[in-house]
């Protein structure tokens, strides 16, 4: 019995250590697997080439290479071959939409890397570099091209008219972007802004910005500051828009000082008017009929030659813009003959009373010294 027990007993031993060496074996495959190396992401521009590289890493040589294939997959998912390399039937380009722009780098199962040219925004996507290998099976590595675009950037203003309610005065575009850009407004003007976004069918965004607000005339020649921020911009992009606001004519009229009295030569009087657009025509009229025949008009000039009673009255200074038209009036006083020769006297007694306090002052201030 014993012996029996004896001579099947060692039998165990070996199978077992048999199945851990098989066990790490595998695990040893396993490890050493061979690997597709690719670069993880890459960046391009439309125009541009990129190169999408990709190795096998055969830790063993052990693994025999039988074909290696590019396969795109877009956004929708649609996974498509674009380059097959064969040894024995040589290279394949089987898309269309890549023909003549990829090519391989490398006549070479081992590094099949591969350049696309002339690139466009719908070629953004996963590759793949598949490998069929035996006797493993198939090997890949995927590589993501994200497609950038800088942005088309513009900005302009809108000429509005002052008013009560709130309107567009300026207006900022950051158009076919990828990634989309961002749009901010710097302005000290109290308005505010709303932004559009357009999604294009290349995956590029347009972006557009409108400024708003109440313009008043003091607005007009304000600036407001569009800046645009995108991945592809070394620096912001940074526009001023000055703002254009129509207005009707704000009228004055300067230089009438009170003091027209008979006989006065060369009083004048300037319309001054403040407008956007500017002012078309300047009329002077007088609010008692025609001009005084002492009166001459040049432009906004308005000048009394010899002032007499002709004179004692309203002027009106209308100006017009292509808004339309506003005015402003002064009534002149004329002061007759009597009461410049009362002033005078007047001025002769003061003149008089004057001098008399300044000699009784002197004489006071002779005898002071005297007696000391």
């Known amino acids: 019995m014993a012996r029996d027990y004896a001579a099947r007993c060692p ?3 070996v199978r077992n250590a048999w199945l851990v060496a098989v066990a790490v074996l595998l695990a040893a495959q396993e490890i050493g697997a061979p690997k597709v190396q690719v670069a993880e992401e890459l960046e391009a521009y439309p125009t541009e080439s990129v190169e999408l590289s990709c190795q096998f890493n055969d830790g063993g040589g052990l693994t025999k290479l039988t074909q290696v294939s590019w396969i795109w997959e877009p956004s929708d998912g649609h996974r498509d071959n674009i380059a097959v390399y064969h040894p024995v039937y040589g290279q394949s380009f089987p898309n269309v939409a890549f023909k003549d722009r990829v090519v391989f780098l490398h006549n070479s199962l081992e590094n099949p890397s591969i350049r696309i040219s002339n690139l466009r925004m719908s070629d953004a996507g996963r590759y793949t570099c598949e490998y069929a290998t035996y006797p493993t099976g198939n090997e890949q590595g995927t590589t993501t091209l994200i497609m950038l675009s800088k942005p088309k950037n513009s900005a302009n203003g809108v000429t509005v008219q002052a008013g009560t309610k709130s309107v567009v005065v300026a207006r900022c575009e950051a158009a076919d972007a990828k990634p989309a850009a961002t749009i901010e407004w710097l302005a000290p003007v109290g308005g505010n802004h709303s932004t559009s976004t357009t999604s294009g069918p290349d995956g590029t965004v347009t972006v557009r910005s409108e400024y708003r607000l109440v313009p008043t005339p003091a ?3 304000r600036e407001v500051i569009c800046r645009v921020n995108q991945k592809t911009q070394k620096q912001p992009w940074v526009y001023p828009i000055k703002l254009s606001v ?3 004519p704000s009228v004055s009229i300067e230089g009438y000082d009170h003091n027209w009295y008979v006989g006065r030569s060369d009083a004048t009087l300037v319309c001054l008017a403040n407008a ?3 002012p078309t025509t300047i009329t002077w009229t007088a609010a008692s009929g025609p001009l005084p025949e002492t009166v001459v008009v040049e432009g906004n000039k308005l000048t009394v ?3 007499d009673d002709a004179v004692n009255t309203t002027f009106i200074c209308e100006v017009k813009n292509r808004l339309g038209s506003s005015r402003h009036q002064i009534t002149t006083v004329v002061i007759g ?3 410049v020769r009362l002033q005078r006297e007047t001025e002769k007694e003061r003149d008089g009373r004057k001098k ?5 002052s002197s004489y006071g201030t002779r005898k002071k010294s ?3």
């Open 219 to 221: 607005d007009n020649g």
């Open 246 to 248: 129509e207005y009707l």
């Open 370 to 372: 005297e007696n000391n």
């Open 337 to 339: 003959l009597a009461f």
């Open 276 to 278: 956007n657009p500017e």
């Open 356 to 360: 008399q306090s300044q000699l009784a």
């Open 11 to 13: 039998v165990y031993p």
């Open 305 to 307: 030659r010899k002032v």
